[in-house]
């Protein structure tokens, strides 16, 4: 909650760029997550990481890369393969998957 | 695969009144449930959460049971008030290490 942030809150980009999404915590998480949300639906895994250097693909991948070289950091790019890429972004982190997931504020993208 | 159902998808009560979110889950390995609310526009914040030793948890307004053997989890919540008004994702961990969500229950609560 208070140790996890993600910047910037709003982002607007032309179609066709490449944008990067900042994730970062401070509560010693092992665990982050990535996640989409559309206007009045639920939330749909991106990637998740389970420790540093490695991570997975989750439900929906195409169109996104992220990387995990710091134990506090887990940058997400939007790529210009995401054909819909306007959405509400939330970042997540947990001790593990059997533990409470604490999630950032969301970043607002909006592409013209 | 991993998959769970969430229903209702909308619940409107009177202030007072308990309200019942009730989900099924398909992973017979999974063994921690959380629940979830979200306010408009805010991130989603745990609000209870339990594991497959026990089946049943309470706090305050808010009580969680759980059916492994159903693969049932339900979230419910008495006296509600309009501040409960939100939406609520059941979730459980898979065996993937990753949370899997349902689809939400949108809680409108009358005053």
């Known amino acids: 909650d208070g140790g996890i942030t993600q910047s910037p809150k709003y982002l607007f980009r032309k179609e066709g760029q490449n944008v990067t999404l900042s994730c970062e915590q401070n509560?010693?998480?092992?665990?982050m997550y990535w996640y989409r949300q559309d206007p009045g639906q639920g939330l749909r895994l991106i990637y998740y990481?389970?420790?540093?250097?490695?991570?997975q693909k989750g439900d929906i991948a195409e169109g996104y890369s992220v990387s995990r070289e710091k134990k506090e950091s887990f940058p997400l790019t939007v790529t210009s393969a995401q054909k819909n890429p306007t959405a509400f972004y939330l970042c997540?982190?947990?001790?593990?998957?059997?533990?409470?997931?604490?999630f950032g504020p969301g970043t607002r993208l909006t592409v013209l | 695969g991993e998959n769970v159902e969430q229903h209702p998808s909308t619940l409107s009560v009177q202030e007072g009144d308990s309200a019942v979110i009730k989900c099924t889950y398909s992973?017979?390995?999974?063994?921690?449930f959380p629940w979830y609310k979200q306010e408009l526009g805010k991130r989603p914040q745990l609000i209870i959460d339990i594991r497959s030793n026990v089946g049943e948890k309470k706090d305050q307004r808010i009580a969680v049971t759980l059916n492994k053997t159903a693969k049932h989890f339900s979230l419910h919540i008495t006296e509600t008030q309009p501040e409960d008004s939100a939406v609520y994702f059941c979730?459980?961990?898979?065996?993937?290490?990753?949370?899997?969500f349902g689809q939400g229950t949108t809680l409108q609560v009358k005053p």
């Open positions: 997540a982190s947990g001790a593990s998957s059997y533990n409470e997931q604490f």
């Open positions: 990481s389970q420790i540093v250097n490695d991570f």
């Open positions: 992973d017979s390995a999974s063994n921690y």
């Open positions: 509560l010693n998480h092992d665990a």
């Open positions: 979730c459980y961990s898979g065996n993937t290490g990753k949370l899997i």
